[in-house]
């Protein structure tokens, strides 16, 4: 619920409801759920602009999945803090959070998430100067995409075609 008001725009109503979350998995002692309602909370707390939380959420979320295995799970934790990460400039670490989820993602075929780290990357190395390199990554991404029916590869196109490389 909380991800479709965050999707919807009801902002307040998606931290609250995730929040609400979050304390229901604490108190069934529902660890892999924890680190779910976490990472969502870390996304809605990123779009609002409150930063330290997002890192904080995601730390915890990505903490809670290397404890239980959940590879997938810190795949999208990785990935969450690199977007953030990369709000900052900082996109070596950036990048370095969206090389480990694009191993994990490999690992498990998880081809989403390995779009969205080779999208990513693709973003840094364009952010860093390197253009053409940065295209590589985006085209590998749009491929993807494209194969799953993303709609974020829209999203790629239109950055592929205002880089002109």
């Known amino acids: ?93 950036a990048r370095d959070h969206h090389i480990q989820a694009l191993a994990i993602a490999r690992d498990l075929g998880a081809r989403q998430n390995e779009a969205r780290a080779l999208e990513a990357i693709g973003r840094c190395d364009i952010q860093d100067a390197n253009p053409a390199e940065g295209a590589a990554r985006l085209l590998e991404a749009l491929a993807i995409y494209q194969r799953i029916g993303a709609p974020d590869a829209v999203r790629v196109q239109e950055t592929l075609r205002d880089l002109r490389i």
Not at 11 to 40: I, M, V, W, Y
Not at 73 to 80: D, I, R, V
Request: hydrophobic letters at 40%; glycine letters at 10%; charged letters at 20%.
């Open 1 to 93: 619920m909380g991800t479709v008001q965050r999707l919807t725009g009801d902002l307040q109503a998606a931290a609250a409801t995730q929040r609400q979350a979050l304390e229901l998995f604490r108190d069934l002692g529902h660890r892999r759920g924890e680190g779910d309602a976490l990472n969502n909370l870390g996304t809605t707390q990123m779009v609002t602009g409150d930063y330290p939380a997002a890192a904080a959420s995601h730390e915890q979320a990505l903490e809670l999945f290397r404890e239980f295995g959940v590879q997938i799970g810190q795949a999208e934790a990785l990935n969450n803090l690199g977007e953030l990460l990369s709000l900052s400039s900082a996109s070596q670490q």
